[in-house]
T-cell receptor, first 115, second 114 residues
Framework: AQSVTQLDSHVSVSEGTPVLLRCNYSSSYSPSLFWYVQHPNKGLQLLLKYTSAATLVKGINGFEAEFKKSETSFHLTKPSAHMSDAAEYFCVVSEGNTNAGKSTFGDGTTLTVKP | DGGITQSPKYLFRKEGQNVTLSCEQNLNHDAMYWYRQDPGQGLRLIYYSQIVNDFQKGDIAEGYSVSREKKESFPLTVTSAQKNPTAFYLC?????????????FGQGTRLTVV
């Protein structure tokens, strides 16, 4: 069985400061892990994915995430927040050969960026 | 441009009516999915289809129905049996099977019962 927990429902940062969105997962098999971003009333867009190759994954818009098996974590970071980063972020886990759409979604973290 | 198109963007339904949400993709993906999203919650899987003329129930299928007559299309019907249909509905598609394959999402349909 697979599960994912996003540890913060809301995160607020000032523009230009670092962003950290936390995600812990549980999986019986080698998981695939994803971060998606959703702007209001829009669909989800893939930010990055963990493919079991490199533990540090770089995504779009300056985001990156590090897969830490010992901590079962896949936290999303960005060195410097931009106003356009304000959105909802979802951490997603897919287990083994689970079809991509049957993944398990976290409840989401709302990122607010203050001027 | 390849992608997923959902229509309409906004939909209003009277209580007791069935409504159908459209989802079309031109990505040549075999698998398609319907999710429901409520405020402050993640996505919950309603139905999914891995191949034409076949589909399976997700976690919250009660009150919904789907069809998959063409690879490109996966319409969702919200029936009068769905007790609380007001929500944001997202359609997605992916390559069937395998790890490391992400889902591609449409822009969503916001359904409101009036």
């Amino acid at each position: 069985a697979q599960s994912v927990t996003q540890l913060d429902s809301h995160v607020s940062v000032s523009e230009g400061t670092p962003v950290l969105l936390r995600c812990n997962y549980s999986s019986s098999y080698s998981p695939s892990l994803f971060w998606y971003v959703q702007h209001p009333n829009k669909g989800l867009q893939l930010l990055l994915k963990y493919t079991s190759a490199a533990t540090l994954v770089k995504g779009i818009n300056g985001f990156e995430a590090e897969f830490k098996k010992s901590e079962t974590s896949f936290h999303l970071t960005k060195p410097s927040a931009h106003m356009s980063d304000a959105a909802e972020y979802f951490c997603v886990v897919s287990e083994g050969n689970t079809n991509a759409g049957k993944s398990t979604f976290g409840d989401g973290t709302t990122l607010t960026v203050k001027p | 441009d390849g992608g997923i198109t959902q229509s309409p963007k906004y939909l209003f339904r009277k209580e007791g009516q069935n409504v159908t949400l459209s989802c079309e993709q031109n990505l040549n993906h075999d698998a398609m999915y319907w999710y429901r999203q409520d405020p402050g919650q993640g996505l919950r899987l309603i139905y999914y289809s891995q191949i034409v003329n076949d589909f399976q129930k997700g976690d919250i299928a009660e009150g919904y129905s789907v069809s998959r007559e063409k690879k490109e299309s996966f319409p969702l019907t919200v029936t009068s049996a769905q007790k609380n249909p007001t929500a944001f509905y997202l359609c997605a598609s992916s390559i069937f099977g395998g790890t490391n394959t992400e889902a591609f999402f449409g822009q969503g349909t916001r359904l409101t019962v009036v």
